[in-house]
């Protein structure tokens, strides 16, 4: 972590992280990279349809792999920062000369081999196999849901998922929210966890550089009229008036459950999370 001197307002109590220490490249790969178009919360017709975002800084979107070929053994050239992620990501090549950028596990270093674990090996961090062939205990992360689809739980910088038991073909995997939930052993997940666990405690200090992340100011709720918000109205600083906070549309926010209660996917999870 990097902590700022309080040389202003805005300054003060402020952190990074020190990229340098771990981002090995200059620049991305050119065959990798995709344009992405910028919506700013705004629908066809140019309406204002998700509040606080922007344009924010210019950035390319980084092709990652989720699915990461079991098939070919690779080597990592590089630790690249993600614009839009919150993890590194890792630069590899094939035995087959092919590229490709997958998610960074943690102490990830150039040079590493990756492969396919298989029952019997040691456990390597960022080796990928069948969550069946992975023990009971392990740490994993970009796990697939369903078969092939690719990488959709942990995926996120200091994220990972503990398998807690196997039965009936199916692995019971603890998620970063405390929830338990089942999921086929043939899926594929990575051993280790992902990369930057700092970014948690990153605190951005000033306006500007949420502006730059794309973030628009939010106006308080209570500061608003009662036309506006639920909160709104009152002479000075008023208490909202509810038993419990709304949002914008009125909805109940702070512990309200919002999952469907006939999602089809309920028999899946052994345990919620608090």
């Not at 087959?96 to 590493?112: H, M, N, S």
């Not at 966890?193 to 973030?215: C, D, F, I, L």
Request: aromatic content about 8%; hydrophobic content about 30%; some cysteine.
């Amino acid at each position: 972590m990097k902590f700022y001197k309080p040389t202003s307002p805005g300054r003060r109590n402020m952190s990074g992280i020190e990229y340098r220490k771990f981002i090995t490249a200059k620049e991305p790969l050119k065959s990798l990279l995709k344009k992405v178009k910028s919506q700013s919360g705004r629908n066809s017709s140019g309406r204002i349809t998700v509040r606080h975002q922007s344009r924010g800084a210019r950035k390319q979107y980084r092709l990652v792999d989720f699915r990461q070929s079991l098939e070919k053994n690779a080597k990592v050239e590089a630790i690249e920062y993600d614009p839009y992620r919150t993890g590194f990501i890792a630069r590899i090549i094939y035995t087959t000369g092919e590229r490709a950028y997958i998610l960074a596990p943690q102490d990830l270093k150039v040079g590493d081999g990756l492969a396919a674990f298989k029952e019997g090996d040691g456990l390597k961090t960022g080796y990928r196999s069948q969550l069946k062939e992975i023990p009971v205990g392990t740490f994993v992360y970009n796990v697939e849901l369903n078969p092939g689809e690719g990488g959709k739980l942990a995926r996120s910088a200091g994220t990972a998922t503990k398998i807690m038991a196997r039965e009936g073909g199916y692995v019971n995997l603890q998620l970063p929210s405390g929830e338990v939930r089942k999921v086929l052993e043939t899926c594929l997940g990575s051993v280790g966890s992902v990369s930057n666990p700092e970014r948690k405690m990153v605190v951005w200090g000033k306006a500007g550089r949420m502006r730059h992340r794309g973030v628009r100011p939010t106006v308080r709720g209570t500061a608003m009229n009662p036309v506006d918000h639920p909160h709104g109205g009152g002479e000075g600083k008023q208490p909202r008036g509810l038993k419990r906070s709304k949002n914008f549309w009125g909805k109940g926010v702070r512990g309200v459950k919002t999952r469907k209660r006939k999602n089809r996917s309920n028999v899946f999870i052994v345990q919620r999370r608090k």
